[in-house]
């Protein structure tokens, strides 16, 4: 698989990753055998980086790649958690002292005495201006609990913040075939810093796979279900803040494009992987055959020119006046 390499990490990574939220909860259940297939067959395929984050599943998704470390060993695996959603949301949580407890956590989940990469985990506004915060994670680099540190955020203005300072090594963000905007400044401004770029969401909660219709139903502990107005989180997070309707209707408009070669999963992950800047793309997956699916995008062609302004006209035409001006 094609490697892509996060600068300020000294890493490479293989441009299709695997996102965990799946193996953790809050998509249906999934039993640990087949999560635990889901990242066999993703690291078989060439899949090198793992995304996960201590709340998923209350620390269920790094306990299973734990258990799945401890089987390979001399693994060549990045895997990157998140900190900082399992407490109340306000800026003052973010210290050096809860820093130490919940890498304390996540090292024992996963078994590793350094993590690989810590994200902060979409936290509120005023975490990205606040020195302190950046120092205590320095800190922790310096203390060699963690490799290196970046931040997962839900708009284009806290990546931007967070760009700019000179210890982040990656900036995690959603970008998909109908959430553009970080094309215009994020993905300039990371490259340009050397920073890598995480693309989550990259099918928008499953939309863009082209398996959904309006008579698609998800169960009740499915945050495509509990979710779809913001009850539980950022509703960002799912369908990417999209209405649902108008997101079948853009992948109806796209689908004729797909061609025989290719699933619409994959042509809208590949759309993200030819985006400049973008480091590696973090499909999830529930079962090991759409784990393979997913990676077998990386060997997959750069969509052509007529593919991409379908997308460009669809989003504007579309998606742009419902989605553009919020994250």
């Known amino acids: 698989m094609e490697q892509r390499s996060f600068d300020r990490l000294g890493r490479r990574v293989g441009i299709v990753g695997l996102g965990a939220w799946q193996l ?29 984050a201590d709340v998923y599943g209350d620390g269920r998704s790094e306990q299973l790649i ?4 401890r089987g390979r060993p001399g693994h060549d695996l990045t895997v990157a958690t998140k900190m900082g959603r399992r407490v109340e949301q306000v800026p003052e949580a973010y210290t050096l002292e809860n820093f130490r407890a919940w890498t304390d956590r996540s090292r024992a989940n996963l078994g590793v005495d350094t993590l690989d990469l810590v994200q902060l985990h979409c936290p509120p506004t ?18 060699e609990r963690i490799a290196g540190y970046g931040v997962s955020v839900e708009t284009c203005d806290q990546a931007l913040t967070a760009i700019a300072r000179p210890g982040v090594a990656s900036v995690q963000i959603i970008l998909n075939a109908v959430r553009l905007k970080p094309l215009d400044r994020v993905l300039p401004a990371a490259a340009a810093a050397g920073v890598g770029v995480i693309a989550r969401v990259p099918l928008a909660s499953g939309l863009l796979s082209g398996r959904y219709d309006e008579h698609t139903t998800f169960p009740a502990d499915d945050h495509r279900n509990f979710n779809r ?17 108008l997101g079948l209707a853009a992948v109806r408009r796209l689908a004729p494009l797909v061609g025989d070669d290719r699933t619409m999963a994959q042509f809208a992950l590949r759309w993200v992987l030819d985006q400049p800047g973008v480091t590696v793309v973090i499909p999830g997956a529930r079962d090991a055959q759409q784990a393979r699916r997913n990676a077998a995008t990386a060997d997959l062609a750069p969509l052509g020119g007529t593919e991409s302004a379908a997308v460009r006209d669809t989003y504007d035409e579309l998606i742009r006046p419902q989605v553009h001006h919020r994250w």
């Open 126 to 143: 005023p975490v990205f201006a606040d020195d302190r915060v950046f120092d205590a994670l320095d800190t922790l680099v310096a203390e």
């Open 24 to 52: 953790g909860g809050d998509w249906g259940q999934v039993s640990e055998d087949d999560a635990m297939g889901v990242l066999a067959a993703a690291v078989d395929a060439g899949v090198t980086f793992l995304d996960t």
């Open 66 to 69: 734990g258990r799945f470390l």
């Open 229 to 245: 107005h913001g009850e539980s989180f950022d509703v960002g997070e799912t369908f990417s803040g999209v209405d649902y309707d």
